[in-house]
């Protein structure tokens, strides 16, 4: 498998899940404006859609958007529990929050990367937000992963679009339990492993 990423992006997400499978694969950095890749290729070419993360199969299929792609990954190893059977309920709840971070969290603070967009138009953006962050909190105080006891790919995805807040000027610190949830998740020896693999692949012009 090869696996198309930019920094400070939402591929961190199946980056982790990688990792935290064990699996082989090779590691592509794209340059997001120019969309050339660390290869020397046009990475329109691999995704017409122009934006990471994109998952290239060894059959030479490529997978597109992150919530299929974790969902994908989790299944080539489903004795890991990071995505339990598809069919059951608590496979549904999963799918529930990959929904809701990628609508209310990942989508929900694009706005805030516009620096050209007015104050008071920024600061509607955060009181959305912020109320989608009171919902996680809640959820938090009650387990230490959304799911409960256990780490699935739905806290990837959140633990990703979660550290893009501070470029964004949003403090996490006002919530207790996001802030224990993140400390936890940098800690674990996938994501450390991941970000050292990215920093390891030098930027693309």
């Known amino acids: 498998m090869k696996l198309y990423f930019a920094p400070d992006t939402c591929s961190l997400s199946p980056h ?3 990792q935290e499978l064990g699996l082989a694969y090779d590691l592509v950095r794209v340059n997001n404006r120019t969309k050339r890749t660390s290869e020397g290729g046009d990475f329109l070419a691999v995704n017409p859609k122009g934006y990471v993360a994109a998952l290239q199969l060894d059959s030479g299929e490529v997978l597109t958007e992150g919530p299929a792609l974790l969902q994908y990954l989790a299944d080539l190893s489903p004795e890991a529990g990071l995505a339990l059977a598809n069919g059951t309920l608590v496979r549904t709840r999963l799918q529930e929050w990959l929904n809701f971070i990628t609508s209310e969290i990942h989508a929900g603070s694009s706005p805030l990367f516009n ?7 920024r ?3 955060r009181a959305r937000l912020f109320k989608r962050f009171d919902l996680i909190e809640t959820t938090l105080a009650q387990h230490p992963y959304l799911m409960g006891s256990s780490f699935t ?9 979660l550290t893009w807040m501070p470029k964004l000027s949003v403090d996490l610190g006002g919530w207790a339990n ?6 936890r998740i940098a800690a674990r020896s996938s994501v450390i492993a991941a970000l050292a693999r990215e920093a390891d692949v030098p930027p693309v012009v």
Do not use: K, N, Q, S
């Open 16 to 18: 982790i899940v990688l």
């Open 123 to 125: 600061e509607i953006f």
């Open 178 to 183: 996001i802030t224990g949830y993140m400390e």
């Open 153 to 161: 790919v739905a806290d990837a995805y959140l633990f990703t679009v």
């Open 115 to 121: 620096a050209d967009r007015p104050e008071t138009a």
